[in-house]
């Protein structure tokens, strides 16, 4: 499973350097989440640091 960024997204990059699998880059239009590298940071955090650090609640299961 993975994470995914909804379209919420303020692009204010927060998230991308918390990522430890590096699944995070700006897209197009809003930053997005690589689900082939996305654990949903199982085994590395507590809960998916995305999330943690986003202002606005995007980073969504
Ligand atoms: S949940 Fe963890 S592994 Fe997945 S994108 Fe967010 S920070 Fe990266
Ligand atoms: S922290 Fe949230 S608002 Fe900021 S770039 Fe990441 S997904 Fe977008």
Known sequence: MALKI???CINCGAC???CPNQAISQGDDIYVID???CTECK???DSPACAGVCP???CVA
């Open 43 to 45: 085994g590395q955090h």
């Open 6 to 8: 909804t379209e919420e």
């Open 56 to 58: 606005v609640d995007c």
């Open 35 to 37: 689900a082939g590298k």
């Open 16 to 18: 991308e350097p918390e």
